[in-house]
Structure formats: C-alpha cells, structure tokens
C-alpha cells in the first residue's frame, strides 16, 4: 500500500535550519508531486510548496525553503531556515494527484523551535 | 493569493444530524475545491475532491457540492467517528490555501 514515512521530532535553536525527510514507498515516486504542509499547535493548515522535481513554494516561505528528492531512494526532503518560535508546527509531506489534492499524507515532523 | 472561507468555524451536533460546512473562495476556482478530514493527532484525510468527487474508502454519507466561489461539505447522518475537524483546501492556483477549519463537536 502507499506510505509516506517522515523523519522523528526535531528540536532546533533559532537561526539555525531542519531537514525533513519524506520516504515514500508503494507506489511509482517519480510519477506524482510532493507537497509540504505545516501546522502550529492548535492551528489550520499552511501549504508551504512542491515538487515535482520543478519547485514552487509559498511567497511566505521563499528564499528559505529548499524542497529536493533522491529518487533512488523515493525520498522527498523539506530543508526550512533561518528558523524562529514561529515555525515550531508539525510538518507533513503529501503525495499530490494531478487536480492538485493530496491523497495520501505522512505522519507528520514536529520541530520545535527553542532556544 | 486565494483567500479560503469556511464557515462555521465550530459548531454541535448530535448522532444523526445532517451537518452542512461551507466554504467561500475570495476568487472563483471552476472545480478545484477539495474537502479533508483531520483528528486530534492524525495527519488529514481526503475525503472529497475536485467539489463532489468522492475519495475512495469515504463513506456515502459526505458529499459535496457548489460551484465558483462557494462550496458545500454535507454529512447526511452524524456518525460517533465524523467528529473531527474539516478543512477545505483550493487547489486553483498556487499558493494552494486551505480554509482555517471547522470543528464538528458532540451536543
């Protein structure tokens, strides 16, 4: 069946970067987009961009953020920088179908920002 | 960017109730409306997708429907396991916004 397997709990100090790691099996990698999806405690959802390998990120997120994948181990990952208490959420990676809707999710990252 | 809508954003019912979410797009978005499932401590689930298109393993009981800038996510009968929060998400053009969510609680 698909999966989507995230990486375990981060905790970083401000100003410093996370990479998350996304690994997908079950299904053919190559062949669907990837999309990164946040959410503080207690919050919405915030769409942060994909991938396909072409990128396109939220203008919110721009210049520090960097989606990448290695395809020969069907592995998407989500580096964030620059990183303040505001970006403590959980993070999750969704396989994307062509309308542009999320069919299956990871389990879900919580970072935590702290210093 | 698209601005997302939902209304309400809480609301209380009972098992059986017909339960009705809506969902405004500040612009029009022809089709591309989807609606996810989210409980406490779980990552989304899609439910409907593209306004009516029912998500396989989803239950009969959700639909949807609207067209343009307003859309509808109905529950025919309140079932003990449809308590969770429902978002709606656009998926017309990027950034591709979500709805900041409606959560269905027991009466």
């Known amino acids: 069946q698909v999966q989507l397997v995230q990486s375990g709990a981060e905790v970083k100090k401000p100003g410093a970067s996370v990479k998350v790691s996304c690994k997908a099996s079950?299904?053919?990698?190559?062949?669907?987009?990837i999309n990164w999806v946040r959410q503080a405690t207690g919050q919405g959802l915030e769409w942060m961009g994909w991938?396909?390998?072409?990128?396109g990120y939220a203008q919110k997120f721009q210049g520090r953020v960097t989606m990448t994948r290695d395809t020969s181990i069907s592995t998407a990952y989500m580096e964030l920088g620059s990183l303040t208490s505001e970006d403590t959420a959980v993070y999750y990676c969704?396989?994307?179908?062509?309308?542009?809707?999320?069919?299956?999710w990871g389990q879900g990252t919580l970072v935590t920002v702290s210093s | 960017d698209i601005q997302m809508t939902q209304s309400p954003s809480s609301l209380s019912a009972s098992l059986g109730d017909r339960v009705t979410i809506t969902c405004r797009a500040s612009?029009?978005?022809?089709?591309?409306l989807n609606w996810y499932q989210q409980k406490v401590g779980k990552d989304p689930k899609l439910l409907i997708y593209?306004?009516?298109s029912l998500q396989s393993g989803v239950p009969s009981r959700f639909s949807g429907s609207g067209s343009g800038t307003d859309f509808t996510l109905t529950i025919s009968s309140l079932q003990p396991e449809d308590f969770a929060t429902y978002y709606c998400?656009?998926?017309?053009?990027?950034?591709?916004?979500f709805g900041q969510g409606t959560k269905v609680e027991i009466k």
């Open positions: 612009q029009r978005i022809s089709s591309y």
């Open positions: 969704a396989r994307v179908l062509s309308g542009g809707w999320s069919d299956e």
């Open positions: 593209a306004v009516s």
């Open positions: 991938m396909n390998p072409n990128t």
């Open positions: 998400q656009q998926s017309y053009s990027t950034p591709w916004t």
């Open positions: 079950g299904y053919t990698f190559t062949s669907y987009d």
